[in-house]
């Protein structure tokens, strides 16, 4: 019956548990059938009723990071019965988003912006004068591990303003999470001294009367000085002067409601850390924590993880190739490194992490890291495959150009799920990578049509003959039914194919949507068209030799990519021929200058024009032009 926070404020507090024990069912009933992101939310379902019982949203600004546990309090601010639509072609976002919702602060998808969005509501709050308003960040232990959240915790210790920076601490990120933070989270949870002390202080000041002769400040600073004793020489948090409260327990709802009844009145930065368990009140999901943080859809009784059955073998997938190709490689070279900023499920890295321990490492949320961090290694001579997600990669775009394009090291990049991701939407597709890798000086930037490619690619990279930074980007899931176990050869950087002559127009395609081309190709014969198809394979460096073939014999060409056509591939093809003269009718197909929102790959390809269809199209009408003409 819950519309919106104001419905769920008109209940006592004895029904909040039940209020949680449904919100928990209806989200496992609608995971299980529309599929989503599924433990996070569950972990935090006690924490999103007391959160909004407590405070005044949308007034106080609730900030969730990342947002893929944000799932209650979506249903809790109005969104209930659209709910099923989450992460579907037109329906809820997967994530919160400024436009959907006024109860959604921020827009997010990518992790550890929370404290400095949060802060910056403060502050402008603060300099309105607006100061009765309470601004939340809600952050995991992964999300926690990143540079940026240090950042905005470092300067939100220094500022007044009305900050609760809620640590939802799971020890999980989508892998177990990793690091000297974790270990400390722990202690401080498991410390006796630390939080005997603690709570006595806790419970003083819980009595303190506030309000009859013991004025605000008087209570204000006599806190201090009782937390400074407990605290500020063995809190992290203290002693960047964010006031620490917690650990509390993240599934007492009652709990929370009263500590955030107290927190509301304490002025000024504060952190409270909370123990939660990812997946809580599914048993399988608490048991198998990463493979229930996005399980697809499932039986919610039996917990039996619902697989599509094909008839025929299906391709594998470039994620699956990469993670057993590292393996082969790195047992033949032993000067390979494998490097991911907390995604060993998502990029296959696992497989050398579980095999070499001492030569895959995962670093934590920490892509600005894990890029500096190659940097470093490459020169001392290791080849390191730093393997980020497209998206991702955007973090840590500095890195690459200062530290290491400009200092000339062969670090390989991998970018995964580069193109349009899908169901995650816009803060997870790969749109700009090869817009921002192309324009940097001494960046090798490919993309493999296939599995086999990829594989050719990864070979070549870490041969001692490349002395240059190497991108080598693909997408998310499935590619083409290839062999892809047979032994890996080199390609000559640079260097396309041609996998088809014709007649009249030509397609020039990067990467995997050049199978789009084949497929559409293979239409139009019937049709008695026969466009010639070239696969560039790199966008940088240009194989000239072959564009100079293309532009003698035809004058009419499509390009194809799955990137911003804005800068891309397209205006690689454009800029050529504006060097050297040529003139000929190119469409660019590719990322328009838009936000793609989120859907099924497929569906978004048609929305954008890049599938076979609109290949097909394209063919037609630049060819009936020429005819007509
Ligand atoms: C910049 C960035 N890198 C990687 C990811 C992928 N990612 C999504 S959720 C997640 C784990 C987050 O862990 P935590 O903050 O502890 O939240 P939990 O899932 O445990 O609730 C990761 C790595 C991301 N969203 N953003």
Avoid at 144 to 160: P, Q, R, V
Avoid at 565 to 585: C, P, Q, R, T, W
Wanted: hydrophobic share 40%; aromatic share 8%; with cysteine.
């Amino acid at each position: 019956m819950i519309d919106s926070p104001d419905d769920l404020k008109k209940l006592s507090k004895d029904q909040m548990q039940q209020v949680v024990n449904e919100l928990r069912q209806y989200i496992i009933d609608v995971v299980s059938v529309y599929g989503g992101h599924f433990g996070a939310s569950l972990g935090v379902v006690e924490l999103s009723v007391a959160l909004h019982y407590v405070f005044n949203t949308p007034y106080d600004k609730l900030v969730w990071d990342v947002g893929h546990q944000a799932y209650g309090h979506k249903i809790l601010t109005g969104r209930r019965d659209q709910f099923p639509s989450n992460r579907k072609y037109g329906g809820l976002s997967g994530f919160p988003k400024i436009s959907e919702s006024e109860y959604d602060a921020f827009g997010v998808g990518h992790s550890s912006t929370s404290i400095s969005a949060a802060l910056g509501m403060a502050m402008a709050s603060h300099y309105k004068g607006e100061h009765d308003r309470q601004h939340i960040a809600v952050i995991g232990d992964g999300a926690m591990t990143a540079g940026l959240a240090f950042e905005a915790m470092n300067h939100a210790g220094i500022e007044k303003s009305n900050v609760l920076i809620i640590l939802n601490d799971n020890c999980m990120s989508i892998d177990p999470n990793v690091g000297a933070l974790k270990e400390y989270l722990t202690d401080i949870t498991t410390s006796h001294t630390y939080n005997d002390l603690r709570d006595n202080v806790w419970k003083l000041l819980g009595k303190l009367p506030v309000g009859k002769n013991f004025s605000r400040e008087m209570a204000s600073k006599l806190e201090a000085s009782l937390k400074g004793i407990v605290s500020k020489s063995s809190n992290l948090f203290e002693a960047l002067q964010l006031r620490y409260f917690g650990p509390v327990d993240g599934h007492n709802v009652h709990k929370l409601i009263d500590t955030f009844a107290d927190l509301k009145d304490i002025p000024g930065p504060k952190l409270l850390h909370i123990k939660t368990v990812k997946g809580k009140g599914y048993e399988l999901a608490e048991k198998d924590q990463t493979k229930w943080h996005a399980p697809g859809l499932f039986d919610k009784v039996t917990g039996e993880i619902l697989k599509k059955t094909y008839e025929t073998p299906q391709p594998p997938k470039y994620q699956d190739v990469f993670g057993h190709t590292m393996i082969e490689l790195a047992e033949a070279n032993p000067k390979i490194i494998g490097i991911t900023p907390a995604m060993p499920s998502g990029s296959s890295l696992k497989y050398m992490m579980e095999k070499m321990p001492d030569r895959a490492f995962d670093v934590g949320i920490c892509e600005q890291h894990a890029v500096t961090l190659s940097a470093g290694m490459a020169t001392n001579g290791l080849k390191v495959f730093c393997n980020i997600y497209s998206s991702f990669m955007q973090r840590a775009y500095d890195m690459v150009i200062h530290d290491v394009a400009i200092q000339k090291l062969p670090v390989i990049f991998c970018l995964d799920r580069a193109g349009l991701v899908g169901d995650d939407g816009p803060t997870h597709h790969g749109c700009y990578d090869i817009a921002y890798m192309r324009c940097i000086p001494h960046m090798i930037v490919s993309a493999p049509m296939n599995e086999t490619e990829l594989r050719d690619l990864m070979y070549t990279a870490q041969l001692d003959s490349n002395e240059l930074p190497f991108v080598i980007r693909y997408p998310r899931g499935e590619g083409v039914l290839v062999d892809w176990k047979k032994p890996m050869k080199e390609i000559q950087i640079g260097t396309g194919r041609k996998l088809k002559d014709g007649e009249g127009i030509a397609i020039l395609s990067f990467g995997h949507p050049g199978n789009f081309v084949t497929s559409a190709i293979r239409d139009l014969k019937k049709e008695g068209l026969d466009p010639a198809h070239y696969d560039m394979r790199f966008v940088k460096p240009l194989d000239e030799a072959m564009l100079h073939e293309v532009f003698s014999k035809f004058d009419k060409v499509i390009t194809v990519e799955d990137g911003t056509i804005v800068g891309g591939f397209g205006s690689a093809i454009l800029e050529f021929m504006n060097e050297h003269g040529y003139k000929a009718d190119v469409k660019m197909l590719g990322i328009p200058d838009r936000l793609v929102e989120h859907g099924t790959p497929k569906q978004l390809y048609e929305e954008i024009g890049i599938d076979a269809e609109a290949i097909k199209a394209n063919v037609r009408k630049m060819v009936s032009v020429s005819l007509i003409v």
